[in-house]
Structures are given as structure tokens and as C-alpha cells.
């Protein structure tokens, strides 16, 4: 039996969880699905040919391979070890030995690797492999996948991945997928606090903010923000790009882990961790993560 062989459980039927388990599907993966919604699992079954689990514990007892899409590495490890470790109500109580986890949420790499200690003892394997690019990156299957763990067993998951996403990268051991994402989130994150600022400065020199945009595209302060976001999302007044300023913090907060722990600099990192952690206390950790912009206008 290899890795990946059997039934595919997919826990977080969420805004990324949903298109993801939606092109396993269509790749003829054979799926059982999980949301502490139900809506949501409901909804995709309708559309889809997937099984819908009862339980936590129903996905562990079904499946060889279990896929975590969730909002942070504590709800990773409630879901597979149960409240306080105590493997009650959870993924893990019911796995097989040999059974594989692929946490694909951006959960913190310290955590990662004490989790992945945890399900050892079990006898389950762990990778991490957390994503980039998006809701419509996972709609169009074109998402970066970094990834984390054994190398033969990232090589078993390579055809998985490709079914997700059209960047796949080894980054390392257990948790090194999960550090590179929060330190690209990080360095997207301060890069969307300086466009921000500067668009802001600009137009209030008198400039026309499109033209700032424009400029910003053809030179050297060219990035994700710049192209992606500011006249998209921002001077459109739109600000539902589709990813949250509380996840976008939370990020920011683990990569500043990461280079604290590391003994490496952190100045800017902490400045940057501030400002959003001041924007998701001002606008609400569900607002999008580009209203921002309003946020460092007033």
C-alpha cells in the first residue's frame, strides 16, 4: 500500500478547502469530507461526488490519508489530537498506523514539529504543506505548495500536489513549509504596509493614485501590492480580495516566532507585526486583509 492509497479525508471545507477538495475530486481522488459547518460540506456534496463524514473520528477510522485545510495550527491540533491531547472526539484516536497527515493550513512550524512528535508516537506520519496564491489560485489548481517532511514521502504526494497546485517545493524538514509561508507572508505583509503608505503619501502630494500604481509597476518598488491589489481592491473600494487581516496578522505573529526563536533581526518584523495587529483590532479579524488601506488613511 502506498501513502496515498484508499480514501483521501479533507478536513476544512472552507474559501480554500472547498475549490482544493473540489479538483481532487475531479482528479478522481475518492474524498470524505469534514467541516464544523455543515452548510459547507453539504453544499460540496451536492455538487460533487464526495462522502460526508459524521465525525472527526469517522475520517480516521476511513481514511489512509487525511488532508487539514484550517485556520491556524491550534485547530489543526484539536482536530487531530483532540482537546488537550486527550485523543477523544479527533482524526488521530482512529488512524491506522502508517496512516499519513498532510497539514496544508499555515500553521506555526515550532507547533508543526511538536505535533508532528505527538502523531509519531502514534505511528502517523506528518508533512506540511501550506499554499500560496489564493482562493483563485486553489479554484485553478495553480497554487505554490511548500513543503515539509520526509522526502520520499513528499515524493509520493508530488502527483496530489499537482493536482492542486503548479509550483511544488521541497523546503525542508517537518515545519520548514510552514516557516517559509509565514516568512512570505511576512514579506508580502510589510510590502503591502509600504504600498499602502506610499499611494497614500502620493495622492495627497496631489498625484492621481492610478498613475502612482502605474509608475510603481514600471519601476524598481514594483510588487504583489502593486499589481494585484491597490487599483483591484483598493481604489475600487472593494476590499474583498478574499483573504482576512486576522489571518494576515496571525501570519505576521509567526514569522516574527520564527526570527525571534532563530536569534535573527526582528526590528522590522515587530513593526510590521504591530501594524496589523493594530488593524485587526481596529477593523475586525474577518474584514479583508486590503482594507488596510483605510485603516492607515485615516
Given at each position: 500500500m502506498t501513502s496515498l492509497s484508499g480514501k483521501i479525508g479533507f478536513v476544512?471545507?472552507?474559501?480554500?478547502?472547498?475549490?482544493m477538495a473540489a479538483n481532487l475530486v475531479k482528479a478522481n481522488h475518492k474524498l470524505m469530507i469534514y467541516d464544523v459547518n455543515p452548510e459547507r460540506t453539504n453544499a460540496l456534496a451536492a455538487t460533487h461526488e464526495?462522502?460526508?463524514?459524521?465525525?472527526?473520528?469517522?475520517?480516521?477510522?476511513?481514511?489512509?490519508?487525511?488532508?487539514?485545510?484550517?485556520?491556524?495550527?491550534?485547530?489543526?491540533?484539536?482536530?487531530l489530537c483532540g482537546h488537550d491531547d486527550d485523543f477523544g472526539e479527533s482524526v488521530a484516536a482512529a488512524l491506522d498506523p502508517g496512516a499519513l497527515v498532510i497539514d496544508m493550513s499555515s500553521s506555526s512550524p515550532i507547533g508543526t514539529r511538536e505535533l508532528g512528535a505527538i502523531l509519531e508516537a502514534r505511528g502517523v506520519r506528518l508533512i506540511d504543506a501550506p499554499v500560496s496564491n489564493g482562493v483563485r489560485g486553489a479554484i485553478a489548481g495553480t497554487l505554490a505548495i511548500m513543503v515539509g517532511g520526509d522526502h520520499t514521502i513528499f515524493?509520493?504526494?508530488?502527483?496530489?500536489?499537482?493536482?492542486?497546485?503548479?509550483?511544488?517545493?521541497?523546503?525542508?524538514?517537518?515545519?520548514?513549509?510552514?516557516?517559509?509561508?509565514?516568512l512570505n507572508n511576512y514579506v508580502n505583509a510589510a510590502g503591502l504596509v509600504a504600498t499602502c503608505e506610499a499611494v497614500i503619501a502620493g495622492q495627497r502630494f496631489g498625484l492621481d493614485p492610478n498613475v502612482i500604481v502605474d509608475i510603481l509597476n514600471a519601476s524598481s518598488g514594483m510588487n504583489n501590492t502593486t499589481k494585484n491589489k491597490v487599483k483591484q481592491f483598493m481604489l475600487?473600494?472593494?476590499?474583498?480580495?478574499?483573504?482576512?487581516?486576522?489571518?494576515?496578522?496571525?501570519?505576521?505573529?509567526?514569522a516574527l516566532e520564527v526570527a525571534a526563536a532563530m536569534g535573527g533581526s526582528t526590528r522590522m518584523a515587530r513593526h510590521t507585526a504591530d501594524m496589523w495587529n493594530d488593524t485587526e483590532h481596529s477593523l475586525g479579524a474577518a474584514s479583508d486583509h486590503t482594507a488596510i488601506f483605510k485603516f492607515l488613511e485615516l
Open positions: 476544512g471545507i472552507g474559501a480554500m478547502g472547498t475549490p464526495v462522502e460526508v463524514a459524521r465525525s472527526l473520528a469517522e475520517i480516521g477510522a476511513s481514511c489512509t490519508t487525511v488532508i487539514t485545510m484550517l485556520p491556524d495550527g491550534k485547530a489543526v491540533r484539536e482536530v515524493e509520493q504526494c508530488r502527483p496530489l500536489f499537482e493536482k492542486l497546485g503548479n509550483q511544488i517545493f521541497y523546503a525542508g524538514p517537518l515545519g520548514a513549509g510552514h516557516a517559509i509561508k509565514a475600487s473600494g472593494a476590499f474583498n480580495a478574499g483573504f482576512t487581516t486576522g489571518l494576515m496578522a496571525k501570519d505576521v505573529r509567526t
